[in-house]
């Protein structure tokens, strides 16, 4: 064990974190999202919903400062709307950067999440409870 690292981040995450740099993106995926059809590099956390994932990965890692949404969801598609208990959670836990988050196309996330560092499976339930997060710069 570790201390200050949150229990619900396994040793996997921990390093994909750790080798994460400035400027790489993170997806925190739910339950539905095909992970090993769009990236080779996953980890599972399946007692975990992902907003708990976003706040203890948070705990770890800085938002990308340079940009002015390095937070991305999955836009529903017409017809479907965000579960306002999921939207609510995800910003409570991004605290003064709820605003910086932008919503991207179901089939624009598919090829950027094809892109990213690695995506984390999360337990989660909830429909379009995807979250990327483009990691910033620590500061001394």
Same mark, same amino acid.
Request: glycine residues 6%; aromatic residues 8%.
């Given at each position: 064990?570790?201390? !200050? ?15 994460? +740099?400035? +400027?790489?993106?993170? *997806? ?9 059809? @769009?990236?080779?590099?996953? @980890? /599972? ?21 340079? *940009?002015? =949404?390095? *937070?991305?969801?999955?836009?529903? $598609? ?11 959670? $995800?910003?409570?836990?991004? !605290? ?9 196309? /179901?089939?624009?996330?598919?090829? /950027?999440? /094809? ?5 984390? @499976?999360? +337990?989660?339930?909830?429909?379009? +409870?995807?979250?990327? $997060?483009? =990691?910033? *710069?620590?500061?001394?």
């Amino acid at each position: 064990m570790l201390k !200050g690292v949150p229990a619900i981040i396994s040793p996997d995450l921990l390093a994909i974190l750790a080798q994460m +740099g400035h +400027g790489d993106e993170l *997806v925190i995926s739910d339950a539905h999202f095909p992970a090993y059809s @769009v990236n080779p590099n996953v @980890v /599972r956390v399946d007692a975990a919903t992902s907003p708990e994932l976003l706040k203890a990965i948070l705990k770890l890692i800085e938002l990308d400062q340079y *940009v002015d =949404k390095p *937070v991305m969801m999955m836009a529903p $598609v017409p017809g479907d709307n965000l579960d306002p208990e999921l939207m609510a959670e $995800v910003k409570e836990y991004l !605290g003064k950067d709820a605003d910086r988050i932008d919503y991207i196309e /179901r089939f624009a996330f598919y090829d /950027r999440a /094809r892109e990213a560092f690695a995506v984390v @499976v999360s +337990g989660e339930s909830r429909i379009y +409870g995807n979250i990327i $997060v483009k =990691k910033g *710069v620590t500061q001394p």
